[in-house]
């Protein structure tokens, strides 16, 4: 399967700089997705997302799918309409969701019943009904149903899990391609987008892209030659991009940086490529110099609801005594709208007062340190420098811990 | 004692249109003053509510004395300094909290102790060191430090305690007398707001305040006798504005409107009146009909917090089930940026999914709603028919319990 979703524009080395078309909106790639659990990117209005320059989101189907239903969401619009939110927007199936949340799950070759970790009403999702909850939900991209293999696990099981991904993934395709044209957003209202805001910045209609995307995803466990064989299977099944899953599960940074290396090989050069979960600021850097395009994780923003701030110098525990009394932004070479304004002083003052503005500006920051990581890992990759870029993240991140902890 | 700090522009039966000239710009009166207790209106950035038009608010020495400290924020460069805040503040003396939430008071001539509610840390608050307390603190008006009769008390308790507030505002205004220079904020920082910022529309330098001032409190219980002498004794010792205090303590609405009105023909006609504590949205247009300028409330703000949105055909309780599929916005008839982008559907999720961005937009969309009732309200009176809007007021009133529960 072979679309124009995907335009690479410069190399450098591994790494690529390009742009994902989707059907509301352009996304520069590499990019760096905010999570938004709930439809929501936890006390940061949809406003603000645009004006830090956020070009896609991920928000999670597993949660969506218990509160408030998809079928409600269907109703609105599909998450665009529902949120109020015109650029594009990316929704994982819900199995890693189920996985780590859920309780009581029997997993079957049909598919998970479990509990909602809300309430303990009983569920079922499988490869048909989470593609069909993603295209309720009519975010631009949307993940194949994957098992998140968990860690530490045998080869043995490891391997069982990944051959009932990939056929799981089979049928995810097959359900897609029947129900594809059901998604709640057609010509007219990406048209309505297009008209109404001057933030829409790129129909469909001039990027051609009136579908969702349906990726698959790479498992395997930590078994590079379980990694190659998935990979191989899940580009046989053929999708627009592939998706590397089952990572970030407690293993090493080594053997996570292992098991992607063992990967992208086995992927195609000319679609883009999703490592889902990851990672720290450098981590984001490295794995685009590794050749991914996309990259989503919590920390940035789970981080700053405890207090860490990520800067050009490392990062930064703000309940510290030691910003009292500091005047300084939180980072000096951070052109947010929270360094420009505010000081440590007061952020510190408004976390240890546990007040609510603390989460929402420590959390602006974060993202717009993230955004600007990414904007200048673009930026290196077109001026074929990104080894310097690489190098100062590096010098960083051996600092990393000495003025905060992590809350991970 | 008389200032030029307050312009009266027009009248309309006993209710007045005027300008409040501050050391931080001027602020047109009836005003509304959004409760920022902690040096933060909870959630909301300071830049959303230079977008809302807020162009004074309230914050409170007493949390402030306790955390960060008076001291540290005097070395931040003061309140405006310290939350980056360039339009007026009004601080209370301390004297209401001291009386509401500590634990352990003692009352004496010479002052107040009492243990934190934090903590339970030993603390003293005299009328001297409330209003170094202020002046540290630099908001632009600051409050006298009164004693907060309880409700309800005898006639002879309710006497013997305002006229200690009367002793002690004239240690206030004592003190204030001879420590008035040391504002965080002079000549130098207040030109730097100047020429940095296009947001700060008056300088002192065009409005001729650049001191702070300092407010007397009107006490005496619900006695309209001791009202009237609270009155006379306060005017007597001579302040540039007059507060009305010791209201909204849990007696009926009829009530306290009963002590306004026994108290407003006590006070000048032509110097600022500040009803504290006060009200909801009929109650803000109808004490501005009789005449008051200035009020305060948490209520948009607390409200908000708990789902309760406040529009031009009543309240509304967010949560309800019936709101999970409308599309429409919350008020119709608001134009602030969350009616403008959002659905009661999706502010329903948010709240019902304990989303923090519920309550950072329920406030946003309640101090609108509270700011544009008083924007009507200087309209209405300089256009001479404000009884339509109380009327109006009124009709919206009687309906204001059908959609929700209040939470105060």
Known sequence: MSTDCFQIEARCGS???????????????????????????????????????????????????????TDTIRQLGGLHGFMSWERAILTDSGGYQVFSLS?????????????????????????????????????????????????????????????????????????????????PWGQVSSFKFQVSSSGARNSKLETGNSSQLLFGIVQ???????????????????????AIGGLSVGESRSLT??????????????QPRYLMGVGTPDEIVEYAALGIDMMDCVLPTRAARHGLLYTSEGKLAIKNARFAQDEGPVDPRCGCRVCARYSRAYLRHLYSSNESLAAVLNTIHNLAFYLDTMRRVRQSIKLRHLEALLSEVRSHSLNSSTQGEDPA
């Open 103 to 183: 309780d009581l799950r029997k997993v079957r070759e049909e598919g998970v019943e479990f509990r909602s970790h809300l309430d303990g009403a009983l569920h079922f999702l499988s490869p048909e009904t989470a593609t069909a909850a993603q295209i309720a939900l009519g975010a631009d991209v949307i993940m194949a149903f994957d098992e998140c293999t968990e860690y530490p696990t045998e080869h043995q099981h490891a391997r069982q899990s990944m051959e009932m991904t990939a056929r799981w993934a089979e049928r995810c395709k097959k359900y897609f391609e029947e129900h594809r044209g059901e998604v």
């Open 15 to 69: 790494a690529r700089a390009g742009r994902l078309r989707t059907a509301h909106g352009d996304v520069e790639t590499p990019v760096f997705m905010p999570v938004g659990t709930l439809a929501t990117v936890k006390g940061v209005p949809q406003e603000t997302l645009e004006e830090l320059g956020v070009e896609i989101l991920l928000a999670n189907t597993y949660h969506l799918f218990l509160r408030p239903g």
């Open 220 to 242: 395997g466990g930590m078994y590079a030659d379980l990694r190659q064989e998935s990979a191989g299977r899940t580009v046989e099944i053929g999708f627009p991009g592939y």
């Open 257 to 270: 940086r292992e098991m992607v290396e063992a990967t992208l090989p086995h992927l195609p050069q000319d």
